[in-house]
């Protein structure tokens, strides 16, 4: 019977308090949620992506040559040791006929780098192909597909395909970045699919291999990336001598026939030359008997006229012959590539980058909002406590023990604090990870997340919650069972009242109004409570700083970059090997009226490690330093200094220099695309928010490369840069032959606003739940502050104070503690938000470091319009107190 009813009690304390209970269940709710799920997606992201590539066994690494990989090529990559797989196919650039759009046509793989048939079939025959499944909404099955006739399609057997299935790449991850090509408009739109047989071709132009060692490694471990280095070490040393050896083999027949092409002339020459003398023996003994008949005359013309037609023969004989010789000099070695998964596939290592930044905010955000909610309802259950001392009182001289009473208290926490942590934990394991996910593949063609349960992090949220519930609910009540039944039943002693030092300040202390003096005196009287409303407004305010603040931060990206900082629309790379000629009709196109301006710079990709991964820098040298500010603004971020080329020394942008741990003065080394280094002095650092780059002038690249300076390309601007304007000036720039690939700042754009896309809607699932906790705390720590004072705030009702002024009696103090959480709030915010950006961006991006007003009057004003709406609440609340009732509590 006594358990029954000590069950009874149990449950009407949850009842009974409904408006408690809900709170620590929505504050434990919401911290597990936001730790649980942060902590879970990005290891959900990369699970999804590796089951992918596990699935469609992408291969470790690919091998790619110039001029295709001949018997001899293939014999000895198949050398190369610890192989599980490998795999030889071709691939062809080609020229969607009417359009400017290029897609990478491959031979089916049979085992490596498989891919996924999302509709319709796998190509059979020679004139079918599968088509990238982005296409499905421009194409449908049973259309025709027709590429342009030209030198990369001459590879395949037909330039006339049906579109028989629609298919998704292992190595093409990313929706926007296919890569560079050499026609349409110098970039990739896309990939297809044909049989091997579509190919005419007799040499492979790729190689997939696969490596036993790195079957069970996950691909995402450390473990993984050395074992991999060292097996793309080991095949490049293997091929190290093969350009030279298939040089030599691709000169040989050529040269031998070229050879006894020469010696057949020879010979010729030297007969001819024999006729010759021939001849002029013979007219000269006519000479001596003259006359010389008629037809003996026509007979020596005619011979004369075969021997200097036969010598002009062999004259354009052996001009052709020194052509082909110069062209087969000039005919350089292969060039022999080995990617792994981060180099060959565009989106391998940004999907990877976007999983880490998930993790790196996880160990922030969440763990702030959790410790805040963690904190209140720490207060909330020790108030819980506190308020049930009476019947504590009751329950000892009912004769139950203190374990059984203790009872009471830790089922009411254990089910407040674990049913929330419960709803958290399923939540964070489902929603988040499915928002984080959904956001960060609006730009890569990943889909079906694989969710998975992380027991780690479940059992350390559970552990968490419910000791911020149980330990303080399990000391105070045995902290109170110290007491006999009859001092139980005696309320505690309020705090005394004493001196503040505001009251010490008599100019200040006499000209406040009683009731300021009584909230100065209760904010000093209440301490603990004070700095509980102090830190959950701050802690709050705090986390919207930083959510708006990184929103704030990434939101700008595209406009700086390209607004204010690169003024030029696209790069022109011109081939190494061009003649004047060649290069004076591109000048021709750039001087154009489709053009604004152009300037000729020397452009080279450099690179630095400095312990952590090796960072690759575009170098740019203008022809006249003078002209580069009408493409590109150097100045300094924080003081918005306009920065000059001159002397000797470099400017470099800012994210590098913070990387690299550089300042002005400071010398830096740097590896060339032939790893020789080079010693540049930093002369100034340059705002930048994408990509690293070095700038110099004409002299001092001169100076530090020991080169002169020779143009390979040129900065240039569009009078009309529309997307569409921007394609067909990229594909007429592609068609001329000096034109070696074409950089257009729209891709950049494109990248930083698939990447804001990511973060802005993870930052507003972040923001939201910091919103609520915002409301579910400072609602928490106002009923709590009216549950302590309730006796007092019925007496001055009692006095005669208006249901108004009894309101703002008491909620003076938590808009005043407000203000000072906000202003530590902006502090704390700041903080977080510079912690976090310079985790969340990747090497080659750099976020906007500061806070903008805007960010912090917007904190400000949710967080105070939280405390003010609850006003209302608490100002009915007031009304309906039952004075008396209030008052004879304590007997």
Same mark, same amino acid.
């Given at each position: *019977?006594?358990?029954k009813?000590?069950n009874?009690?149990?449950r009407?304390?949850?009842t009974?308090?409904?408006?408690?209970?809900?709170s620590?269940f929505s504050?434990?709710l919401?911290?597990?949620?936001a730790?649980?799920g942060?902590k879970?997606?990005?290891p959900?992201?990369r699970?999804?992506?590796?089951?992918?590539?596990?699935?469609?066994q992408?291969?470790?690494?690919?091998?790619?040559?110039?001029?295709g990989?001949?018997?001899s /090529?293939?014999a000895?990559?198949?050398?190369a040791?610890?192989?599980k797989?490998i795999?030889?196919?071709?691939?062809?650039d080609v020229?969607v006929k009417?359009?400017?759009?290029s897609?990478?046509? #491959?031979?089916?793989p049979?085992k490596?780098s498989?891919?996924a048939? *999302?509709?319709?079939?796998?190509p059979?025959a020679d004139?079918?192909?599968?088509?990238?499944?982005?296409?499905?909404k421009?194409?449908?099955?049973?259309?025709?597909?027709q590429f342009?006739a030209?030198?990369?399609?001459?590879?395949?057997?037909?330039?006339?395909?049906?579109i028989?299935g629609?298919?998704?790449?292992?190595?093409?991850?990313?929706?926007n970045n296919f890569?560079?090509?050499t026609?349409g408009t110098?970039?990739?739109?896309?990939y297809? %699919?044909v049989?091997?047989t579509?190919f005419?071709?007799d040499?492979?132009?790729i190689?997939?291999?696969?490596?036993?060692?790195?079957?069970?490694?996950?691909?995402?471990?450390q473990?993984? /990336?050395t074992?991999l280095?060292?097996h793309q070490?080991?095949?490049?040393?293997?091929?190290?001598?093969?350009?030279?050896k298939? %040089?030599?083999d691709l000169?040989?027949a050529?040269?031998?026939q070229?050879?006894?092409a020469?010696?057949? %002339?020879?010979?010729?020459?030297i007969?001819?030359?024999?006729?010759?003398?021939q001849?002029?023996?013979?007219?000269?003994?006519?000479?001596?008997?003259?006359?010389?008949a008629?037809?003996?005359?026509a007979?020596?013309?005619?011979?004369?006229?075969?021997?200097?037609q036969?010598?002009a023969? +062999?004259?354009?004989?052996q001009?052709?012959?020194?052509t082909?010789?110069a062209q087969?000099?000039a005919?350089t070695?292969?060039?022999?590539?080995?990617?792994?998964r981060?180099?060959?596939?565009p989106?391998y290592?940004?999907?990877v980058d976007?999983s880490?930044?998930?993790?790196r905010?996880s160990?922030?955000?969440?763990?702030?909002l959790?410790?805040i909610a963690l904190?209140?309802?720490?207060t909330? +259950?020790?108030r819980?406590?506190e308020?049930e001392?009476?019947?504590l009182?009751?329950?000892?001289a009912l004769?139950?023990?203190n374990q059984?009473?203790?009872?009471k208290?830790l089922?009411?926490?254990?089910?407040?604090?674990?049913?929330?942590?419960l709803?958290?934990?399923?939540?964070g394991?489902?929603?988040?990870p499915?928002?984080?996910?959904?956001?960060?593949?609006?730009s890569?063609?990943?889909s079906q997340?694989?969710?998975?349960?992380s027991?780690?992090w479940?059992?350390v949220?559970f552990?968490?919650?419910?000791?911020?519930?149980?330990?303080?609910a399990y000391?105070?009540?045995?902290?109170?069972?110290?007491e006999?039944?009859a001092g139980l039943?005696l309320?505690?002693?309020?705090?005394?009242?004493?001196r503040?030092?505001?009251?010490?300040?008599?100019?200040?202390?006499?000209?406040?109004?009683?009731t300021?003096?009584?909230t100065?005196?209760?904010?000093?009287r209440?301490k603990?409570?004070m700095? *509980?409303?102090?830190?959950?407004?701050?802690?709050?305010?705090a986390?919207?700083v930083?959510g708006?603040?990184i929103?704030d931060s990434?939101? !700008?990206?595209?406009?700086?970059q390209?607004?204010?900082?690169?003024?030029?629309?696209?790069?022109?790379?011109?081939?190494?090997q061009?003649?004047?000629?060649q290069?004076?009709?591109?000048t021709e196109?750039l001087?154009s009226?489709e053009?604004?301006?152009h300037?000729p710079?020397?452009?080279?990709s450099?690179s630095?490690k400095?312990?952590g991964?090796?960072?690759q820098?575009?170098l740019?040298?203008p022809q006249?330093s003078?002209d580069?500010?009408?493409?590109?603004?150097l100045?300094?971020r924080q003081?918005?200094k306009k920065l000059?080329?001159?002397g000797s !020394?470099?400017?470099?942008?800012?994210?590098?220099?913070t990387? +690299?741990?550089l300042?002005?003065?400071?010398?830096?080394?740097f590896l060339?695309s032939e790893?020789k280094?080079?010693q540049?002095?930093i002369a100034?650092?340059?705002?930048m928010?994408m990509?690293?780059y070095?700038f +110099?002038?004409k002299s001092?690249?001169?100076?530090?490369?020991?080169?002169?300076?020779t143009?390979?390309?040129q900065?240039?601007?569009?009078k009309?840069?529309t997307s569409?304007?921007?394609?067909q000036?990229?594909?007429?720039l592609m068609s %001329?032959?000096?034109?070696k690939g074409?950089?257009?700042?729209s891709d950049l754009?494109?990248?930083?606003?698939s990447?804001?896309h !990511?973060i802005?809607?993870?930052m507003?699932v972040l923001i939201?739940c910091?919103?609520?906790?915002?409301i579910?705390?400072i609602y928490?720590?106002?009923?709590?502050n009216?549950?302590?004072?309730?006796r007092e705030l019925?007496?001055?009702?009692?006095l005669?104070?208006y249901?108004?002024?009894?309101t703002f009696?008491?909620?003076?103090?938590?808009i005043?503690?407000?203000?000072? !959480?906000?202003?530590s709030?902006f502090?704390?915010?700041?903080f977080?938000h510079? #912690?976090i950006i310079?985790?969340?961006a990747?090497d080659?991006?750099m976020?906007?470091?500061?806070?903008?007003?805007?960010?912090l009057?917007?904190?400000a004003?949710?967080?105070?319009a939280?405390?003010?709406?609850?006003?209302?609440?608490?100002?009915?609340?007031l009304?309906?107190?039952?004075?008396l009732?209030a008052?004879?509590s304590?007997d």
């Amino acid at each position: *019977m006594r358990k029954k009813t000590l069950n009874k009690t149990i449950r009407r304390s949850i009842t009974g308090s409904l408006g408690r209970f809900i709170s620590i269940f929505s504050l434990m709710l919401l911290g597990v949620f936001a730790f649980v799920g942060l902590k879970v997606s990005g290891p959900n992201m990369r699970a999804t992506a590796e089951h992918f590539y596990k699935q469609h066994q992408l291969a470790d690494l690919t091998v790619t040559s110039t001029l295709g990989l001949d018997a001899s /090529d293939q014999a000895l990559i198949r050398q190369a040791t610890g192989l599980k797989n490998i795999e030889f196919g071709n691939f062809s650039d080609v020229l969607v006929k009417g359009s400017t759009q290029s897609l990478r046509l #491959f031979s089916q793989p049979e085992k490596l780098s498989t891919y996924a048939l *999302m509709s319709g079939k796998m190509p059979q025959a020679d004139n079918e192909i599968a088509l990238d499944y982005l296409y499905e909404k421009d194409y449908k099955l049973g259309d025709n597909l027709q590429f342009t006739a030209g030198k990369e399609s001459d590879l395949l057997k037909n330039h006339r395909f049906k579109i028989v299935g629609f298919v998704k790449s292992s190595e093409y991850v990313d929706k926007n970045n296919f890569g560079p090509t050499t026609i349409g408009t110098g970039k990739l739109s896309g990939y297809a %699919l044909v049989p091997k047989t579509a190919f005419k071709s007799d040499l492979y132009t790729i190689a997939r291999l696969s490596y036993r060692n790195l079957q069970e490694e996950s691909m995402y471990d450390q473990t993984y /990336d050395t074992k991999l280095e060292k097996h793309q070490k080991a095949l490049e040393n293997l091929l190290k001598d093969q350009p030279a050896k298939r %040089l030599a083999d691709l000169k040989s027949a050529p040269q031998a026939q070229l050879n006894q092409a020469q010696a057949q %002339l020879d010979a010729q020459k030297i007969q001819l030359a024999s006729q010759q003398e021939q001849l002029k023996a013979q007219k000269a003994a006519l000479a001596e008997r003259l006359p010389i008949a008629p037809q003996v005359q026509a007979q020596l013309e005619a011979q004369e006229a075969q021997l200097t037609q036969a010598q002009a023969k +062999m004259e354009s004989a052996q001009a052709e012959l020194k052509t082909n010789a110069a062209q087969l000099a000039a005919l350089t070695a292969p060039i022999y590539t080995v990617n792994n998964r981060k180099e060959g596939n565009p989106g391998y290592q940004s999907f990877v980058d976007d999983s880490t930044r998930i993790d790196r905010l996880s160990n922030i955000f969440p763990v702030v909002l959790f410790a805040i909610a963690l904190l209140v309802t720490l207060t909330t +259950m020790t108030r819980f406590v506190e308020e049930e001392r009476s019947n504590l009182g009751l329950l000892k001289a009912l004769g139950y023990t203190n374990q059984a009473i203790r009872k009471k208290f830790l089922v009411y926490g254990f089910v407040s604090s674990g049913s929330g942590a419960l709803v958290g934990v399923i939540l964070g394991h489902t929603l988040l990870p499915i928002a984080v996910f959904n956001a960060y593949t609006a730009s890569s063609t990943f889909s079906q997340l694989r969710l998975t349960f992380s027991l780690f992090w479940t059992i350390v949220a559970f552990a968490i919650a419910l000791s911020c519930s149980l330990l303080p609910a399990y000391w105070v009540v045995r902290s109170e069972l110290k007491e006999v039944p009859a001092g139980l039943f005696l309320a505690k002693v309020p705090k005394a009242g004493s001196r503040i030092l505001l009251e010490r300040l008599p100019f200040i202390w006499n000209r406040l109004a009683f009731t300021y003096k009584v909230t100065a005196r209760n904010l000093f009287r209440y301490k603990k409570r004070m700095l *509980m409303t102090i830190f959950g407004v701050a802690g709050c305010t705090a986390l919207l700083v930083m959510g708006f603040g990184i929103r704030d931060s990434i939101s !700008g990206l595209s406009s700086r970059q390209f607004g204010s900082i690169l003024h030029y629309d696209l790069m022109v790379l011109e081939k190494e090997q061009s003649t004047a000629k060649q290069k004076e009709a591109l000048t021709e196109k750039l001087d154009s009226t489709e053009f604004t301006g152009h300037l000729p710079i020397v452009f080279e990709s450099l690179s630095h490690k400095n312990g952590g991964e090796k960072q690759q820098i575009s170098l740019i040298v203008p022809q006249d330093s003078a002209d580069l500010s009408k493409f590109v603004s150097l100045q300094n971020r924080q003081s918005g200094k306009k920065l000059l080329l001159k002397g000797s !020394g470099v400017v470099i942008t800012e994210k590098l220099a913070t990387l +690299m741990n550089l300042k002005v003065g400071d010398q830096a080394e740097f590896l060339d695309s032939e790893n020789k280094k080079h010693q540049l002095q930093i002369a100034g650092v340059t705002e930048m928010y994408m990509g690293h780059y070095i700038f +110099m002038t004409k002299s001092a690249y001169a100076q530090a490369f020991d080169e002169q300076f020779t143009p390979n390309a040129q900065l240039a601007q569009l009078k009309n840069p529309t997307s569409g304007h921007l394609r067909q000036v990229s594909t007429d720039l592609m068609s %001329l032959p000096v034109v070696k690939g074409i950089s257009q700042n729209s891709d950049l754009k494109t990248t930083i606003n698939s990447f804001m896309h !990511g973060i802005n809607s993870v930052m507003f699932v972040l923001i939201s739940c910091a919103i609520l906790l915002a409301i579910v705390v400072i609602y928490n720590l106002t009923n709590i502050n009216v549950s302590e004072r309730i006796r007092e705030l019925s007496t001055i009702k009692v006095l005669g104070f208006y249901d108004r002024e009894v309101t703002f009696y008491i909620y003076r103090e938590t808009i005043f503690l407000s203000f000072i !959480g906000i202003g530590s709030g902006f502090l704390l915010g700041a903080f977080f938000h510079h #912690f976090i950006i310079s985790q969340l961006a990747a090497d080659q991006i750099m976020f906007a470091p500061g806070l903008l007003w805007s960010n912090l009057a917007l904190s400000a004003l949710i967080t105070f319009a939280t405390t003010a709406s609850l006003a209302f609440v608490v100002h009915f609340k007031l009304k309906a107190v039952d004075m008396l009732g209030a008052l004879k509590s304590i007997d």
